[in-house]
């Protein structure tokens, strides 16, 4: 059962969320309105960040090597970031709304929304230089909000266990 909450806190923790959310929707935005050269960029400066911290030697290799592995995961780290800023903004939306005290299911409506948001942000990719809308971003971005919901499920499913463990 859903503890309710009431007054100022629950309000005042849905502001939070709610503020949240539109925050970090701003920052979904912003990454998206990168011409298509910054953001490879971007994702290579994070490539060559892997490797410096996890490749041994990696400091050593050429200017060339370097940017060959940083090229090489690219791929992974674009995706990664599709599906952990998504699943952060869901998290948001899944805070806003369970303290919005309205009876709602929760998880379901805050992975709608940030699919929904998903499918406006590829609709604004198109109209960036260098940038394409991806139906297959969507489903990743939708999926990354699953994950996140999944993660906070788990993580109160875990909590409630050690409650019930430390009333026995």
């Known amino acids: 059962m859903i503890k309710r909450y009431s007054g100022i806190y629950r ?13 970090w929707m701003g920052v979904i935005f912003c990454f998206s ?13 994070v490539g060559r960040k892997i490797g410096e911290w996890f490749v041994p030697g990696f400091s050593e290799w050429s200017a060339e090597g370097q940017e060959k592995f940083s090229e090489s995961v690219d791929f992974y780290v674009r995706k990664s970031a599709h599906a952990s800023e998504y699943a952060v903004l869901a998290i948001f939306f899944l805070g806003a709304l ?13 992975v709608l929304l940030t699919s929904v948001y998903a499918l406006t942000d590829e609709i604004h990719q ?14 990743l971005d939708s999926s990354g909000a699953i994950a996140g919901c999944f993660c906070i499920y788990f993580l109160c499913f875990l909590i ?7 009333m026995r």
């Open 33 to 45: 309105a990168q011409p298509a050269e910054e953001s490879t960029e971007l994702s290579h400066t």
């Open 98 to 110: 369970y303290f919005s005290g309205k009876e709602l299911r929760f998880y379901p409506v805050a």
């Open 126 to 139: 198109l109209f960036v230089p260098g940038r394409s809308g991806q139906i297959s971003d969507v489903i």
């Open 11 to 23: 309000r005042g923790v849905f502001l939070f969320f709610g503020l949240a959310a539109f925050i």
């Open 160 to 166: 409630k266990m050690i409650k019930n463990r430390k």
